[in-house]
Each structure stands twice: as structure tokens, then as C-alpha cells.
């Protein structure tokens, strides 16, 4: 089992940039898969970045592609997703999530562990 969280939100204007960090406990950190997910008011949880247990391989939603970053430090038991020039869009609850199972995940339902969340918020 392994125990999420998140940290690095805030408010911050248009354009800027925030990196989020989510720091995992346990021993095994490098046999997840982990994701970042957001969920902003009214709807649903939504995929935004994916990574691989090596940090070799990663994916985000169209939405965030040429503007986010998500890495991990295996050694740190942390990934992070670094976000860059921020739009009010971005606006939500940023959730970090670990799946046991090989293979990236898109969907909520394909992680298992979840941390409690950080708030971001983009003014235009």
C-alpha cells in the first residue's frame, strides 16, 4: 500500500507557472505507474499526465500537452508535474495517483491510491 500527498498549489495569474509535487510513502514506489488527475466544480475527474515506473515513458490529455511536465524521482519517492503558462481553464483540484497494474491509465478507475488533493487556481 502505499499513502499520497500532494503539495505546490496556489493562485497564481495567467501565464505563470506552479510545479506540484506528490510524495508517496513505502518502499516500492518504483513498481507504480502514476498519474495526475484534476477535477474542477461540477465535473468530473479528468486525466492530465501519466508517467512509467523509470520516468521513460509519459502522456497528458491534449489539453495540457506542450504545457505541463510530469517527471518522477524514484530515490525521493516523488513525482511532480511542473505546469507552464497556466490558463484559467487549469482551475481545479490536482490529485495524484498510483496504480499497480502495468501500463498507463487514463481513467480514475484504473488507480488505485489517491492523495487528498491540492487546490489550483488560475486568474485571468
Known amino acids: 500500500q502505499v499513502q499520497l500527498v500532494e503539495s505546490g498549489g496556489g493562485l497564481v495569474q495567467a501565464g505563470g507557472s506552479l510545479r506540484l509535487s506528490c510524495a508517496a510513502s513505502?518502499?516500492?514506489?518504483?513498481?507504480?505507474?502514476m498519474g495526475w488527475f484534476r477535477q474542477a466544480p461540477g465535473k468530473e475527474r479528468a486525466f492530465v499526465a501519466g508517467?512509467?515506473?523509470?520516468?521513460?515513458?509519459?502522456d497528458y490529455a491534449d489539453s495540457v500537452k506542450g504545457r505541463f511536465t510530469i517527471s518522477r524521482d524514484n530515490a525521493k519517492n516523488t513525482v511532480y508535474l511542473q505546469m507552464n503558462s497556466l490558463k484559467p481553464e487549469d482551475t481545479a483540484i490536482y490529485y495524484c495517483?498510483?496504480?499497480?497494474?502495468?501500463?498507463?491509465?487514463?481513467?480514475?478507475?484504473?488507480?488505485?491510491?489517491w492523495g487528498q488533493g491540492t487546490q489550483v487556481t488560475v486568474s485571468s
Open positions: 513505502g518502499r516500492t514506489f518504483s513498481s507504480y505507474y
Open positions: 508517467v512509467n515506473w523509470t520516468g521513460g515513458r509519459t
Open positions: 495517483a498510483a496504480r499497480r497494474r502495468y501500463g498507463l491509465g487514463y481513467s480514475a478507475d484504473d488507480y488505485d491510491y
